[in-house]
């Protein structure tokens, strides 16, 4: 292990155009032989590539004496080439904040090595270089895939421990006059210990903070909003309530009559707080699903005319690829299945759809395409859309190939009988509360079936399909569509000899919590419509 300096002792060293500030001692890991080029990095050690795009990649460098994160700041077009001249490099940005941070008493990944490329007066490219927090999991991966492994206990005490220590968190922030503004799930580290039962929050990507006085209501709602997306359809209202509980005793432990700038009444705060979170969300989605149509650097659109087909696809693939795809997709996507995909970096696993214009089943291809994109955005499984073409005849759709994963009817049949009790409650759980929040979403399913689910065998990761049949609603969904996705699945799991009328009544409860609708009723109904359809002898 490299032990870092608490005063943050740094060298310079310069290699070709790049100029770097280090921490001596990894000086000597990083650098060995004095090359200070930063292509040299990546020749020297072991390394996957963990993001990508046309502003920054991040590498996992592997050495041999520690684990580190390699931050590649990219200047892609005259305006990012013009805020280089009036504000520092994003890297060194984010140095600055990091050690400001970490001196401020919060917990955040040490920074070892800046990078800034001058090949004239000012900086083009910027690097910088952290320790890897080890056994670290991103708050949304712990709390999806994590917490719903241990047992029931386990995950109780630190479900709750998250949320406590969440909202200290917050309120330490914000009492310190600490504004990040890209304050989201993917931006917390978590790291535990079941034996000790130990949990302790990470910040990370810390490029966008900013430091002043303690945050007034208004900059401290921005920033309440902006984490919401972890509450939104992964807590309950019994975390978003014991998140709350948490930081209101910390920011009134720390000030108890303070009250010029922060929140005065328990009650009326949290409700501002959730009101105000929940318009920004759904705003929020708006104008990302506004900004998406238009189109932006995540996307390469080709407009078809009389004479050529209509395509889009991810930005990853390139422009020379879908050209080639639109032009002959007869060819290039033959047929239905798996298929891999040349791209900029490398090659992508899909699975292709393919939908004859004559077809009746009422599948839209484009409609599939939007929503996979949007449910992307709102934090709702499935795999990601690849690609679509079309043409007079027909239609392709591209979707991320998700490996080792069936079919919900599938998995009941070959995967759940074997697998542990706490495999099927996490199922049963994460598929109600994702189909509830793709309610509150506002999509409505015109063929409502649980082969339109997908579960992955490792993880139990439920991956929604059949997007072309959704319509967007634009208001609440009625009653009547609720039940009718409720009673086809309800029909199809009666079927299946490994689910049991307690599995189905869980995933019942689980789907209306926080609803205000006893779950008596709902069962009564579906069990009413089911029955006039089955024989007595299926319910089990």
């Known amino acids: 292990m490299i032990d870092i ?27 060995p032989q004095g090359n200070f080029e930063p292509s040299s990095l990546l020749k020297r050690f072991d390394h996957v590539a963990l993001k990508t795009g046309s ?26 080439r013009m805020q280089n001249w009036v504000r520092a490099s994003r890297a060194r940005l984010e140095w600055e904040h990091t050690c400001q941070l970490l001196d401020l ?14 090949p004239g007066s000012f900086v083009r490219d910027s690097y910088l270089i952290t320790r890897e927090i ?72 810390l490029h966008q ?17 902006l984490l919401n997306s972890y509450f939104s359809n992964r807590g309950n209202a019994s975390d978003r309530r014991r998140f709350f509980h948490a930081y209101w005793e910390t920011l009134h432990e720390a000030n108890p009559t303070s009250s010029k700038k922060g929140f005065v009444e328990y009650k009326p ?47 990853e693939l390139g422009r020379a690829t879908l050209e080639q795809i639109r032009t002959n997709p007869e060819q290039v996507l033959p047929v239905a299945g798996p298929v891999t995909l040349n791209s ?43 690609l679509f073409v079309k043409t007079s005849e027909t239609s392709w759709l591209v979707t991320e190939r998700i490996a080792n994963a069936v079919s919900f009817p599938e998995y009941v049949e070959q995967v759940l009988t074997s697998r542990p009790f706490s495999a099927r409650r996490q199922v049963n759980r994460q598929l109600a509360a994702q189909l509830a929040w793709r309610d509150r979403c506002e999509f409505r399913d015109r063929a409502p079936s649980l082969s339109n689910v997908l579960i992955k065998k490792e993880t139990e990761q439920v991956y929604f399909l059949g997007l072309g049949y959704l319509e967007h609603n634009n208001g609440e969904l009625e009653e009547a569509d609720i039940l009718k ?24 409860k689980r789907y209306l919590q926080g609803k205000p609708v006893h779950w008596k009723r709902y069962w009564t109904r579906i069990d009413s419509e089911v029955h006039s359809s089955l024989p007595a002898q299926s319910s089990h």
């Open 485 to 508: 996705t409720l009673t086809a699945w309800t029909e199809e799991a009666m079927q299946l000899p490994g689910l049991t009328r307690t599995d189905r009544l869980r995933f019942l």
């Open 344 to 386: 900029k970096t490398k090659p992508l696993e899909g699975f292709t759809k393919i939908v004859p214009e004559e077809e009746t089943s009422g599948f839209s291809v484009r409609t599939a395409w939007d929503w996979g994109h949007a449910f992307i955005r709102r934090r709702l499984p499935t795999p990601k859309p690849l």
């Open 209 to 225: 903070v900013s430091f002043g006085n303690r945050l007034t209501i208004r900059q401290s709602l921005r920033n309440f909003a």
């Open 55 to 80: 502003h920054r990649v991040v590498y996992r460098l592997i050495t041999p004496g520690a684990v580190f994160y390699l931050k590649h700041y990219k200047i892609p077009n005259w305006r990012s």
């Open 5 to 31: 300096p608490p005063t943050r002792i740094t060298t310079t060293r310069t290699g070709g155009t790049c100029e770097w500030t280090l921490i001596p001692d990894v000086e000597r890991v990083l650098f």
């Open 269 to 315: 705060s949290l409700q501002m707080i959730e009101s105000h979170c929940d318009r920004e969300m759904w705003k929020e989605f708006l104008r990302a699903d506004q900004k998406w149509e238009r189109g932006n650097r995540r996307l390469i659109i080709l407009e078809g005319t009389t004479s050529t087909n209509s395509c889009r696809g991810v930005s």
């Open 134 to 205: 080890p056994d670290a999991d991103q708050l949304d991966e712990f709390v999806e895939e994590t917490l719903p492994k241990l047992n029931e206990n386990k995950e109780r005490f630190f479900r709750f421990e998250l949320a406590r220590q969440l909202g200290q968190l917050t309120a330490r922030l914000h009492l310190k006059g600490v504004q990040h503004r890209d304050y989201h799930a993917g931006n917390v580290l978590v790291t535990f210990d079941i034996a000790s039962q130990f949990l302790k929050l990470w910040l990370i990507d």
């Open 105 to 118: 008493g919060f917990d955040s990944c040490q920074p070892v090595a800046l990078g800034e490329d001058r």
